[in-house]
């Protein structure tokens, strides 16, 4: 497995592809049997992957105990990453980031972790209600007492990265990023290149969508959140199907999965960027750790977006309801 680096001082060094932990607790359906999700995690391990993501709130906190039991064998060569955000780590109560809740969640989240660190802590959402720099001095305290290594945002915008970035240098920012949601290219990666700061792209392939094995009639559990999503709607699924075309297609030229070729694209694209593609199958862990023997070249990545361009993405990413949740 090829490493990156995540940020250019003090620079944390990961494995090129991640693993989104998300899944294994939260949004996706009925949670994974715990002793499979501790297999596949370890599995990842075996495979080269080094760097973890989870969060209090995926369970809640069971993701974090499932993800400390796993790693404790090998913790000094993995990097875990979690997040602090939500009021009493639920999405529907809104946001908290106020100070003294983080020291909170953080002592909480190094129990469950079965560690006395947390490689990268990140911002889950931004708080309007508590200024970024009170939020940055709080992690800058926990980096200075040794309970924190690293800092992180997760869908910031420019001017709340400069911010954060002024009071304590944020090592990664995570957003989500992929071949069907471009946005972060407009104002967020020049910010980050400028800065020297890392780029975590969550759902890189799309919740499943690009891998090609979602089309109009597929049906979700009861429980799974893409219920809700805009873009996941059936009519929306079907109107997408054109891009999981075009990229089956350049797929089957270069001998290679759509998941694949999705995952090299955002490799391809910065060398500090790193995506964590969630999973609880072997073989997809499989498919999407093989995305780093797949080497683009300027023409295959010029050939993609020249593809890619005319094609319209057809829903939004997130309900409406989640989005006023995540503002309050």
């Known amino acids: 497995m090829q490493k990156r680096c995540l940020g250019s001082s003090s620079p944390l060094e990961v494995s090129a592809i991640g693993l989104g ?31 973890f993501d989870t969060a209090e709130m995926y369970g809640p906190f069971t993701n974090e105990d499932v993800v400390g039991e796993a790693l404790a064998p090998m913790r000094d060569d993995v990097v875990i990453a979690t997040k602090f955000g939500f009021r009493d780590a639920d999405m529907t109560k809104g946001l908290d980031s106020r100070p003294d809740t983080i ?9 469950r972790l079965r560690t006395d660190r947390i490689d990268l802590l990140y911002q889950h959402r931004i708080d309007p209600a508590v200024p970024i720099e009170d939020v940055a001095g709080t992690v800058k305290a926990l980096i200075a007492q040794g309970k ?47 800065l020297g700061i890392g780029f975590v792209p969550f759902s890189p392939l799309g919740r499943g969508f690009l891998t090609g094995a979602i089309d109009a009639s597929t049906t979700f559990a009861t429980t ?15 109107a997408n199907q054109v891009l999981v075309d075009v ?30 593609p969630g999973t609880t199958k072997l073989h997809r862990l499989e498919e999407n750790v093989g995305a780093v023997d797949v080497v683009l070249t300027a023409a295959d990545q010029q ?14 990413r997130y309900s409406q309801a989640s989005m006023n949740m995540v503002k309050r």
């Open 21 to 51: 932990c998300m899944g294994f607790s939260h949004a996706y359906g009925t949670p994974v049997d715990r002793a499979d999700a501790i297999t596949l995690i370890r599995t990842a391990f075996e495979r080269g992957v080094t760097f």
């Open 247 to 276: 990229i089956d297609g350049i797929a089957a030229d270069l001998k290679t999965t759509k998941a694949r070729i999705a995952l090299a694209w955002l490799l391809a694209r910065k060398p500090w960027i790193v995506p964590i």
């Open 224 to 238: 799974d959140f893409r219920n809700s999503v805009p873009r996941f709607s059936s009519e929306a699924r079907q």
């Open 103 to 111: 020291v909170r969640v953080v002592e909480d989240s190094l129990r």
């Open 148 to 194: 924190v290594k690293h800092f992180g945002l997760s869908e910031a915008d420019a001017n709340t990265i400069r911010r954060a970035h002024a009071v304590q240098r944020v090592t990664a920012l995570q957003s989500e990023y992929s071949l069907w949601w471009r946005e972060p290219e407009q104002t967020v990666l020049p910010t980050l290149e400028e």
């Open 303 to 316: 050939r993609i977006d020249d593809a890619l361009a005319p094609i319209s993405v057809q829903g939004a």
